[in-house]
DNA sequence: TTGTACTTGATACAAAGTATCATAAGGACA
DNA sequence: TGTCCTTATGATACTTTGTATCAAGTACAA
């Protein structure tokens, strides 16, 4: 059985939000209604949205959402780095893997639209050789592998 | 001295496309004005060209073209695999390895928007591994690296 | 609580990409 | 050569995605 704690364990959401605080603290950033707002819709969506669903989502709750409002909330957690934007698909998700920066590779389901996101040293490695090979200073990385996940895979024939 | 032929040497644009030609013989494809005027325009310009770019220099020569007709042409020669779609500019640039299918990589200078297309290797196995790690059968695979050239880097300091 | 730099909301606009359908143009065949 | 059929094109209208600008509002420090 686990061992109790005076402090109770924090929700998915309540983490996340602490994470962002802390963030913007050490940065000297202002966490504002609609940074949080944004945060908790990606959170709960759990899959990756794009900018007008988002913004969808946000205007249910505060009608003066617009999409410019969206697009410089997105911009500024990507420049945080607990967004990913994920160019095949012009969308936007969470960070699964928040702490600190790090290069991360996306698995994409093209039937169920499922995306997981790895941090493989291999792959880092591959291609920050590959930049040296060809003489470039690489400072970003994207790496974003479609195909068909195993529960779809098993759900019909392979291919 | 070179020494002399009878075949003087054929042009790029010659050569692409006759691979174009072939490509359709081979699956049975139309080989249409617009379809040459796209691959001639993406080649002299030796550069990733936006949709709207291309559109703009193929009006120049022939007024009725259109976004339409541009974007039907590029899926055309991206299924035929003599065109990429650089997902992070949203761009299109000529394939520089158009024998066979292949996972290529992208080198791209932030500087001066020169693009290396690279056929590694090592960075293929690693995605490929990658992918049977967590059960994907992948189909695609997008791999755009974004940083500074040599040449870049030489006439500034590297940052 | 007040000041102020930074952020937001509102509006308008630009860029990128798609749907539809009638017409045109290759190619097979009589 | 002309007919038929298939496929691609041209034309139009539209949707989706992303930006520029600027006045008004607000988070945070002092």
Redesign the pocket.
Known sequence: MPKAHNVRPASALERTLHRLEDL?RERG???????RAVLAKLLSARRPL???ELLDLLRSE?G??????V???LD?LMALGIVHRLEST?SFVLCEHPDGPHWVQFLICRRCGQVVEAEDERVAAATERLGQRLGFALDQHIVELTGVCESCRGSRAPH
């Open positions: 913007c950033q202002r966490l504002t209604r609609p940074r794009s900018a007008y505060d003066r959402s617009t999409a410019a409002s697009y410089r909330t500024f012009r």
